[in-house]
T-cell receptor, first 113, second 111 residues
Framework: GAVVSQHPSRVICKSGTSVKIECRSL??????MFWYRQFPKKSLMLMAT?????????EQGVEKDKFLINHASLTLSTLTVTSAHPEDSSFYIC?????????FGPGTRLLVL | SQQGEEDPQALSIQEGENATMNCSYK?????LQWYRQNSGRGLVHLIL?????REKHSGRLRVTLDTSKKSSSLLITASRAADTASYFC???????????FGKGTMLLVSP
């Protein structure tokens, strides 16, 4: 299947700082990418759908000014957690839309102190 | 929002035994997919079954779909310790690969 990478794999930051997570599709062009959040031992919660060249579509309850998404190219989407707080600590996973399925990145573990 | 509900939430078996996980969903779907997630990692696509299909096989995996009951099952035969992971069902109601995930089943296979 297609390969999706995420960077960084884990990040620790201080409260109030911003953190950027990159999601890259390595061997195909992804016009649509998805960002999920996952709490320990829980399922994936879709945060937003990222469309190349246009604004992201956010799920209900997700603050778009808090979680900035940019999809400037067909192989890169970024999620920026602005003014991070401890409650933003979580596992963030991106995926790229394929023909009938999604190809997932390995995830980014964010810890906000 | 969560669509799928897997049961059991956790399953512990011995190597060589079969593992069965079930998934129920609420709305009509185009397809249903099963994913696997090792602890702290991303998801790996296992198998996709379309709404007009009733059963599908892939290696040691067997998936069934009953659209009248809005349910699916994943059977892993002759399980191995390496099968230890969380398994999620995900439904695509849009036809555009937008997925809604269930809560998952944590499978532990002991040697």
């Amino acid at each position: 299947g297609a390969v999706v990478s995420q960077h960084p794999s884990r990040v620790i930051c201080k409260s109030g700082t911003s953190v950027k997570i990159e999601c890259r599709s390595l061997d195909f062009q992804a016009t649509t990418m998805f960002w999920y959040r996952q709490f320990p031992k829980k399922s994936l919660m879709l945060m937003a759908t990222s469309n190349e060249g246009s604004k992201a579509t956010y799920e209900q309850g997700v603050e778009k000014d808090k979680f900035l998404i940019n999809h400037a190219s067909l192989t890169l989407s970024t999620l920026t957690v602005t003014s991070a707080h401890p409650e933003d600590s979580s596992f963030y996973i991106c995926s790229a839309r394929g023909l009938e399925t999604q190809y997932f990145g390995p995830g980014t573990r964010l810890l906000v102190l | 929002s969560q669509q799928g509900e897997e049961d059991p939430q956790a399953l512990s078996i011995q190597e060589g035994e079969n593992a069965t996980m079930n998934c129920s969903y609420k709305t009509s779907i185009n397809n249903l997919q099963w994913y696997r997630q090792n602890s702290g990692r991303g998801l790996v696509h296992l198998i996709l079954i379309r709404s007009n299909e009733r059963e599908k096989h892939s290696g040691r995996l067997r998936v069934t779909l009953d659209t009248s009951k809005k349910s699916s099952s994943l059977l892993i035969t002759a399980s191995r310790a390496a099968d230890t992971a969380s398994y999620f069902c995900a439904t695509d109601s849009s036809g555009y690969s937008t997925l809604t995930f269930g809560k998952g089943t944590m499978l532990l296979v002991s040697p």
